[in-house]
């Protein structure tokens, strides 16, 4: 009686830690996968790694998923906000694509162990990584335009409705102060 109640006991020990594992492994995934917790650890990886070539390897990486991230975002934000995108959400997903290659290939320079190679290759993908970020900028650019041409052409809408409603108000008010002062002859006008 006393054995089968201990492995019962054991049994229930073993399912619940089986379970807080299983929940901690979840947990440990989402965080992860957390875009901002991804952010501060590249900002973390740049402040750690020593100063040199290899901090700046990793400031570039830094740079090229800041860049990168921010420009799908802006675009959906533009497209929730019922702002013309057109093409944007495929350019910025093709520049995802391009950031993602060159991603790899820092990653790569980042664990070259050849300080001179690293020297050598470093100004060409600097260069690169300034093109992705020039090109990232501009579509945020033009999405930040496709709302902002929607705004304008609502406001102008807005505009004439509100001088259409004043111009309604006056003409109501002069009649109601001719009614008012019992003069007939601006009925007629």
């Given at each position: 009686m006393l054995v089968k109640l201990l492995?019962?006991?054991?049994?229930?020990?073993?399912?619940?830690?089986?379970?807080?594992?299983?929940?901690?492994?979840?947990?440990?995934?989402?965080?992860?996968?957390?875009?901002?917790?991804?952010r501060r650890l590249r900002t973390v990886r740049v402040w750690v790694t020593p100063p040199g070539i290899r901090r700046e390897v990793a400031a570039l990486r830094r740079q090229l998923a800041e860049t990168v991230g921010a420009t799908p975002h802006a675009v959906a934000l533009v497209q929730r906000a019922s702002g013309s995108v057109g093409e944007l959400p495929l350019l910025a997903r093709r520049l995802q694509r391009v950031a993602a290659t060159l991603d790899v290939e820092l990653r790569l320079l980042s664990n070259e162990p050849d300080d001179g190679e690293l020297a050598r290759v470093l100004p060409a993908a600097r260069a690169r990584v300034g093109d992705v970020s020039r090109v990232a900028r501009t579509i945020r650019r033009a999405a930040t335009?496709?709302?902002?041409?929607?705004?304008?052409?609502?406001?102008?809408?807005?505009?004439?409705?509100?001088?259409?409603?004043?111009?309604?108000?006056d003409t109501g008010v002069e009649t109601l102060v001719a009614l008012a002062a019992d003069q007939p002859a601006a009925w007629t006008a």
């Open positions: 492995l019962a006991a054991a049994a229930l020990f073993t399912a619940c830690c089986g379970i807080v594992a299983f929940v901690a492994w979840l947990a440990w995934r989402r965080l992860r996968a957390s875009v901002r917790l991804r335009a496709g709302l902002g041409a929607a705004h304008a052409a609502d406001v102008l809408a807005l505009n004439a409705g509100v001088e259409r409603e004043v111009a309604a108000l």
